[in-house]
């Protein structure tokens, strides 16, 4: 009566030897308030931060080490982006999710033992039958899973490539915006300053009797309207700030001003349209990654559809004797051949495969209108300058030799302050459109791209340093 036992023993100690090896589960519980204050602490003095942007420097600036104290820089803020921005994160955690699933992808399947005690209803004695087989991996379902995990992380890395340079494009935006605002508000800083001079003008003819109540009236109104403009674009300048702060992953009070050098607006010439960037466009990319994924799917639930084979050694170990034997397990394949599972997978590749036609069809369009857009653009700010700014500046010129002279009145100069001021901000905001429709038609066509491959994604925040 040891045998059953011994072996008993023997399975136990092979089991505890395999065992061995697993890993233990660890707890990694959020703390609120501890989230809190970390995020509170972002962009105080950021050491150096391992980033690489998608583009060249000329379009996406970086800047390594980030200090705030004189204001968010453009290259400030691309590498706060790449590496706090909430939907780059997100990207690249769901990266690191199909990295971790290519881990197991492709291994072979754990042999199965069977082991159990058996009584004889006749003397009862006692029986340990035991087997031990494995899966043939006889349809290339291991290779095929394997192919399936790789392009489904290849498809993510793509993702990660596009919505880096979704951000970062409209961080540079933000920042043209930024740029125009600011010019903007010296117009309107100056309006208001003439505002308060020709105020200063009327009150003293009021006294001299010069003008009626009604003419200092709309002296006064010139000048609280240049204020109220003028405060307006202050606050909306602060919305935008703190706008961009969120979509970087910052808390709002990180930054308090925006650095303008260099001229976010300063943007390099774009060639005429190439076909080989296009296609190499992120959205593009991810699109066609997909649908590599969903061709190996369909590999996958092919190599499925075939019955599974378990081949392994059987052992029977009595009081009496021990035998040994070769067993043979094959699935039949009554009621499932995975017809279901493989016209699904099929009708997923035909999915895929529409969706990068649309995609690709949408990315040429894309690329005509913002070329269309920019074109427009300039016509408009180059017909306006030669145009009505022109206008508007001579007859400021000739309003100052009429002053000069004595012969204007206050309405005349009410009325030139803000025929100029009027046609300066129209000039900005022709000149704000013309730069984002060149912007935006730089990122359709890919050119704001580099051509190297993509930057692997880094770990969490915080791991890394």
Request: some cysteine; aromatic content about 6%; proline content about 8%.
């Amino acid at each position: 009566m040891t045998g059953p036992p011994r072996f008993a023993r023997t399975l136990a100690g092979v089991l505890a030897i395999l065992l061995a090896g697993c890993a233990s589960y660890e707890p990694r519980p959020l703390d609120p308030e501890l989230e809190f204050e970390a995020l509170l602490s972002r962009g105080g003095a950021e050491p150096p931060l391992e980033v690489q942007a998608p583009g060249p420097a000329e379009w996406f600036p970086l800047e390594p080490v980030v200090v705030l104290e004189d204001g968010l820089s453009l290259g400030e803020a691309n590498a706060l982006a790449l590496f706090y921005a909430p939907r780059i994160q997100d990207a690249r955690a769901a990266l690191r999710v199909a990295g971790a699933q290519l881990l197991s992808a492709g291994l072979l399947s754990n042999p199965e033992l069977f082991a159990g005690p058996r009584f004889s209803t006749l003397d009862g004695s006692l029986t340990l039958p035991a087997s031990l087989s494995w899966k043939l991996p006889l349809y290339g379902e291991p290779a095929a899973e394997k192919e399936l995990a790789t392009a489904g992380l290849e498809a993510r890395r793509q993702t990660v490539l596009e919505i880096e340079l979704e951000v970062l494009a409209w961080v540079r935006e933000q920042f043209v915006r930024f740029a125009y605002l600011a010019r903007r508000q010296a117009v309107l800083n100056g309006l208001e300053q003439s505002s308060e001079r020709v105020l200063g003008w009327v009150e003293d003819l009021r006294r001299a009797g010069g003008v009626d109540p009604a003419t200092l009236f709309l002296a006064r109104l010139e000048r609280d309207e240049a204020r109220a403009r003028a405060a307006g674009l202050r606050a909306e300048e602060a919305t935008e700030r703190r706008q961009l702060l969120e979509r970087i992953g910052l808390p709002p009070e990180a930054a308090s001003s925006i650095e303008h050098s260099p001229d976010p607006a300063r943007l390099p010439e774009i060639p005429a349209p190439d076909r080989d960037r296009l296609l190499a466009h992120p959205r593009l990319r991810a699109a066609w990654s997909r649908y590599q994924t969903a061709e190996r799917a369909l590999r996958l639930q092919v190599s499925r559809q075939y019955p599974d084979v378990r081949l392994g050694p059987e052992a029977e170990i009595t009081p009496l004797e021990t035998t040994l034997g070769f067993g043979l397990g094959l699935e039949l394949p009554l009621f499932d051949r995975n017809q279901g599972g493989i016209a699904e997978a099929e009708e997923r590749r035909l999915e895929a495969a529409a969706h990068c036609r649309a995609t690709l069809l949408a990315l040429i369009h894309a690329e005509a209108q913002a070329r269309a857009d920019w074109r427009s653009a300039e016509d408009l700010l180059a017909g306006y300058r030669t145009g009505a700014l022109t206008n508007a500046q001579e007859a400021a010129r000739a309003l100052d030799l009429r002053l000069s002279a004595g012969e204007a009145n206050v309405l005349e100069v009410l009325a030139a302050q803000q025929a100029v001021a009027r046609s300066r901000l129209r000039e900005l905001e022709l000149s704000e459109d013309e730069t984002l429709a060149r912007l935006r038609a730089a990122t359709a066509g890919g050119f704001v791209l580099s051509t190297s491959a993509p930057p692997e994604a880094p770990g969490p925040p915080g791991e890394e340093r």
